[in-house]
C-alpha cells in the first residue's frame, strides 16, 4: 500500500539539472531535477555508500559524487556496471508539496 510523505515544498526542490540530498522518515533520499522533471531514488550509493545527493546530472543521470557510478533516475539502474542498482521512489507534486512514496 503507498505510503506517501512530503519531502520539501515546490518552492525547496532542486532547480532543473541540480540535485539534492533530503531526509523523510529517516529515509535518505537523492532529490533529482532533470530538465525541470523531479525524481526520488536512495541516497546511499551501492558501491561504498557515496551520498548520491552530494552528486551532480549527466544527460537523465546522476553520478556518485565518489567514484562516478552513474545512476538513471527514473530507473535507479547504473550505467556501470549494469547489475547495480538503487530503489527510485514513486513522486508527486501536490499544490505546493513534494511528496514521495516510501512504502
Ligand atoms: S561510492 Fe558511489 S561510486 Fe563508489
Not at 533520499?29 to 558501491?47: K, Q, T
Not at 562516478?68 to 527510485?88: I, L, M, Q, R
Request: aromatic letters at 8%.
Amino acid at each position: 500500500m503507498a505510503q506517501w510523505v512530503k519531502i520539501c515544498s515546490v518552492g525547496e526542490a532542486p532547480k532543473p539539472n541540480q540535485v539534492v540530498e533530503a531526509e523523510v522518515d529517516g529515509i535518505g533520499v537523492c532529490l533529482a531535477n532533470i530538465n525541470g522533471e523531479l525524481s526520488a531514488m536512495d541516497n546511499w550509493c551501492p558501491h561504498r555508500r557515496g551520498p548520491l545527493g552530494q552528486g551532480w546530472i549527466e544527460g537523465e543521470a546522476v553520478i556518485c559524487p565518489w567514484h562516478s557510478w552513474a545512476f538513471n533516475t527514473k530507473t535507479g539502474k547504473a550505467d556501470y556496471p549494469e547489475h547495480e542498482k538503487v530503489d527510485v521512489f514513486p513522486l508527486r507534486v501536490e499544490g505546493e508539496d513534494v511528496l514521495i512514496d516510501v512504502a
